[in-house]
């Protein structure tokens, strides 16, 4: 390692087509700060070790995927109120003192690139999460913040999806949202919802138990998944009749950003980083 770089990694299993690297890379380049960030896949019940063990031997800080985001808060000393609410983290740092702290950039992400790059508000309008897993989780909270009117989360497991809008239901009242849980085969086209979110981790090809006409009077149809394991659900939503879709490469590109500052205190630029993706990747196409 060069004496003045400081250690990241992305840490996952599967990481190997993590765009993390290239993400993180580009802002260095951009910022001019030094870092090498490199690929952590440890096996399932390795992912503890593998992190102290990144952490003790100087790395800074980690990027945590899929499957390891909940886990990943066992090992901060501090957690951020946003990673406290999702019940997971996406970010965490090691201070001077080696002591870790845990952060959760994705809904903040998210929320970003709906305001910034599609120039989408979401306050005051009906929100619909479709899953209730992680990727709700860890976006919820912020959604919350932006004071929509309502949010439903329709879920596969109606029990899931009545969890998670147990969990937020104190900041739903603090925000002054109607928040409730329905089954994804339940739902009704008649309900308005502006801004629909695809947050379950079906097959890209598979569809949902889900009538698509629910998706006809969207002002905004987002996948969190990115690229062509977007665009069988977001090509249905068009054809349903949605005014726009987006695919998640913005939101990983912002939530990337916001774990950049939280890590060295300088905000990079999204937009270039987020064009370089769109023109070097052929397998991400503009939604
Ligand atoms: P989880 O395993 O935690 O949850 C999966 C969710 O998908 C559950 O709600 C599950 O429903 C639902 N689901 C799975 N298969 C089906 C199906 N065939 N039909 C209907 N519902 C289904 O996964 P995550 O929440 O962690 O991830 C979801 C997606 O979000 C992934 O594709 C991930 O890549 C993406 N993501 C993108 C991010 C970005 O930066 N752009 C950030 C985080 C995630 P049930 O409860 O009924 O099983």
């Not at 989360?153 to 900041?171: K, M």
Request: glycine residues 12%.
């Amino acid at each position: 390692m060069n004496g003045r770089s400081r250690r990241y990694a992305v840490a996952g299993s599967p990481v190997r087509h993590s765009l993390s690297p290239r993400i993180h890379t580009l802002f260095a380049q951009q910022t001019g700060v030094p870092l090498e960030y490199g690929l952590l896949e440890p096996d399932n019940d390795d992912f503890e070790s593998a992190a102290g063990s990144f952490f003790s031997d100087g790395g800074s800080g980690l990027s945590v995927t899929s499957p390891y985001k909940a886990r990943a808060l066992n090992l901060a000393y501090e957690l951020s109120a946003e990673a406290r609410a999702a019940g997971a983290a996406n970010t965490l740092a090691r201070a001077r003192d080696g002591r870790i702290s845990a952060c959760n950039t994705d809904g903040p992400g998210l929320v970003i690139d709906l305001r910034k790059r599609l120039g989408y508000e979401v306050e005051g309008g009906g929100v619909l999460v479709l899953g209730a897993g992680g990727a709700a989780a860890g976006i919820l909270g912020a959604i919350l913040l932006a004071k929509p009117r309502s949010v439903a989360i329709a879920n596969r497991t109606l029990r899931r999806a009545e969890a998670l809008a147990g969990r937020f239901a104190g900041r739903a009242e603090e925000c002054g949202v109607q928040l409730r849980a329905v089954g994804l085969s339940d739902l009704d086209t008649g309900c308005g919802h502006n801004l629909v979110v695809q947050a379950t981790s079906a097959p890209a090809g598979g569809d949902l138990p889900l009538d698509t006409e629910i998706l006809a009077a969207a002002d905004i149809v987002y996948d969190l998944r990115y690229g062509e394991r977007a665009e069988p659900f977001l090509r249905a939503a068009k054809r349903a009749g949605a005014a726009r879709t987006a695919d998640g490469l913005g939101m990983l590109v912002e939530q990337a950003a916001l774990s950049f500052a939280y890590w060295e205190r300088v905000k990079p630029a999204t937009e270039p980083v987020y064009e370089a993706l769109r023109e070097t990747h052929s397998f991400l196409p503009a939604p």
